[in-house]
């Protein structure tokens, strides 16, 4: 029962995706690969004040690589960049298994526990939020960003 209804998160977001599409410049761009799959994920986002501004993914790949992306984008668009760090942690540690989703907290993205019981599939899963942590780590390395308050949380995280 449980299985069903993550299936047809997963399908819904695959079928209707949230945020699918491009930036117009200036943009934050990073593309994500998942060769085992074929998986293929851009992430473009622009950071204003802290936060996630527009953020968009582009790609193709299986439905739950693209799934992800969607609700990826739905999950993180206006949160601050600690909130969005938080966020990829417990995304990872729930799709490995190390943790139990809140589906309270958790919302769609608890679909995504599901994936557990498919190795195979933890990559296509993760492949968004790697993509993510890589578009963030471009952002803080350029000096245009003021990303300062990002410091103190980020380390905490780990
Ligand atoms: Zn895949």
Redesign the pocket.
Known sequence: MIDELYQEIILDHYRHPRGRGTLEEPKIHQEGA?P????EVIIELRIADGRIGDIRFSGR?????QASASMLVEAVQGKTLPEVHALIQKVYAMIRGESHPDPEEMGDLSALAGVRRFPV?V???T?PWHTLEEALKTATASPSENLSDLSDSSESLK
Do not use: E, P, Q, T
């Not at 085992?36 to 998986?39: A, I, M, P, S, Y």
């Not at 790949?61 to 690589?65: D, E, K, P, Q």
């Open positions: 998942n085992l799959c074929g998986d790949g299986c439905s739950i690589s599939r990559k296509c899963a492949l």
